[in-house]
């Protein structure tokens, strides 16, 4: 199935380009910060319109950073964009009026030949359609008035993209992936194809804790930008980026919660930020502050990946503070999880520094390890050629004096994983029970950093 168009929104920093990504998307918040340049990266986005679909990348601050003159980072982008965008949106500043740099990249545009409009936004308030004239009298056409802000004219920038559009949107990468009898070898090819995709890789933590510092870090060190991928959802803004050998998707709430009033006003949407994050996620990196150590706010996110049954990694972050060694700061932060939270024994753990670079790789190595148990589905034969002599051995407790059996246990599901036990009476196979037969599962295969559930079910 074809990808839907990617469309690209170019402009001059300040222009309105994130207000004008996040109201295409149908986002109403638009988080946006009054400061020139402050879109850090690039952006994706998935939306429709109609019954179109459409992918829209936010170039904003790929290249707008504080040492670039601001002509030449412009082309720097458009070149960017032209490259790997389908169709192009140049967005200019209504209020600003006509710039002379504006022209070199509307050139640019054309000469491109991709289809492409030209938009002027702030058209609001008073005299707003005069402020058009300036740009008309220059010969930039099609020329749209919008305001991105007040939503004006919004759905006119999308229309002439419309012959480019899909009707539908490609396969969703966000369904679990379920087996049964008949279905089994066309769950193998859905599994093979879905690790094709990058992994989703959502980095979560208390404010603070140097999430977009991390993230910075890793985005500085990319060493190839590549083109987007599906899995970009509709609310998510994400990041694709390169590392060693292989794509990332990260998908990362720092960037939006750092960007403005809007979001700094609540602490609820920080916290539906990251709920949606981790949702979108196979993977959660939980980033802990090796200074503070855990508390309760961390464990909270942390229960909420649980719950969710993503990925997790645990990854103890400013270990560059730690005095007197590593070992002292480790056995502290990592000891003290490890004790006092067995239920997180699955759970990879590790120490890094965003600030200072220090073992980012080994997080990648941790994201490609759980990965890999994310989808890992053990055969029916296999699980209870460990577990039945197991429960031969050791059955779970009569029930009013009725036996309890199992009679097979089988991984109906990956990504994320779900066991199912088959019993005579489910209500009598307890959580301490299932506890133990996790356990055991996990003996001879950890799936590493992977919280399966496993549910009972009734057979006679
Ligand atoms: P970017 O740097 O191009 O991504 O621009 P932003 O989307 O961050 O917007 C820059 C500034 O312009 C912010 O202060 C926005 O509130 C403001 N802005 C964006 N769109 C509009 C609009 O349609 N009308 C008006 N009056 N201001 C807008
Ligand atoms: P966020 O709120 O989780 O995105 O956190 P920030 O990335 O904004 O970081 C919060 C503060 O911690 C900033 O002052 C950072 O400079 C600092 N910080 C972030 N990562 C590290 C680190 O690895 N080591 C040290 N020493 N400080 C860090």
């Given at each position: 199935m074809a990808l839907p168009p990617l469309i690209a929104i170019l402009g001059r920093p300040n222009v309105g380009k994130s207000t004008l990504f996040n109201r295409l998307l149908g986002n109403r918040e638009a988080i946006v910060e009054d400061r020139p340049g402050v879109t850090r990266d690039r952006h994706y986005g998935r939306g429709t319109h109609g019954r179109y679909h459409f992918r829209l990348v936010d170039t904003g601050g790929i290249v707008f950073r504080d040492d670039h003159p601001l002509g030449a980072a412009i082309q720097k982008q458009a070149l960017f964009a032209l490259e790997e965008a389908d169709a192009l949106i140049y967005t200019m500043?209504?209020?600003?009026?006509?710039?002379?740099?504006?022209?070199?990249?509307?050139?640019?545009?054309?000469?491109?030949?991709?289809?492409?409009v030209f938009v002027v936004n702030k058209i609001d308030g008073v005299n707003a359609e005069a402020r058009l004239m300036d740009f008309y009298q220059h010969g930039v056409s099609p020329l749209i008035g919008i305001s991105a802000a007040h939503g004006r004219n919004i759905n006119e920038v999308l229309t002439p993209f419309i012959p480019l559009m899909t009707e539908e949107?490609?396969?969703?990468?966000?369904?679990?992936?379920?087996?049964?009898?008949?279905?089994?070898?066309?769950a193998r090819k859905w599994i093979a194809r879905r690790q094709l995709a990058p992994a989703r890789v959502a980095i979560v933590g208390r404010p603070n804790?140097?999430?977009?510092?991390?993230?910075?870090?890793?985005?500085?060190?990319?060493?190839l930008v590549t083109s987007p991928i599906p899995g970009t959802t509709r609310d998510a803004i994400d990041t694709l980026?390169?590392?060693?050998?292989?794509?990332?998707?990260?998908?990362?709430?720092?960037?939006l919660r750092k960007r403005g009033k809007v979001a700094e006003a609540s602490e609820l949407y920080a916290q539906i930020r990251t709920e949606q994050a981790i949702i979108n996620s196979e993977i959660s990196i939980v980033l802990l502050s090796a200074e503070d150590g855990l508390t309760d706010g961390d464990l909270r996110i942390i229960r909420e990946v649980i719950d969710k049954r993503r990925g997790l990694i645990l990854a103890w972050n400013k270990w560059d503070l730690l005095k007197g060694g590593q070992t002292e700061g480790k056995a502290?932060?990592?000891?003290?999880?490890?004790?006092?939270?067995?239920?997180?024994?699955?759970?990879?753990?590790s120490s890094c520094s965003g600030l200072t670079g220090l073992h980012i790789q080994k997080l990648f190595t941790q994201i490609d390890l759980v990965r890999k148990w994310y989808y890992e589905r053990i055969p029916t034969a296999k699980l209870n050629a460990i577990i039945g002599p197991l429960m031969a051995m050791t059955p779970p407790p009569r029930l009013k004096n009725y036996p309890v059996r199992v009679f097979y246990t089988t991984q109906i599901q990956v990504a994320p994983s779900v066991f199912v036990m088959f019993a005579n009476r489910p209500e009598g196979i307890s959580m301490q029970y299932r506890q133990f037969i996790s356990r055991k599962i996990r003996e001879t295969y950890p799936f590493t950093g992977v919280p399966f559930s496993i549910r009972v079910q009734s057979k006679n």
């Open positions: 500043d209504g209020i600003e009026g006509y710039n002379p740099i504006d022209q070199d990249v509307i050139d640019f545009v054309r000469a491109s030949g991709k289809p492409a949107a490609e396969e969703t990468l966000d369904v679990p992936i379920r087996f049964t009898e008949e279905e089994g070898e066309d804790v140097g999430k977009s510092t991390l993230v910075n870090r890793i985005l500085g060190s990319e060493r980026v390169h590392w060693g050998e292989k794509d990332y998707h990260l998908i990362d709430t720092a960037g502290k932060g990592f000891a003290e999880i490890r004790e006092k939270y067995p239920f997180l024994a699955f759970a990879p753990m």
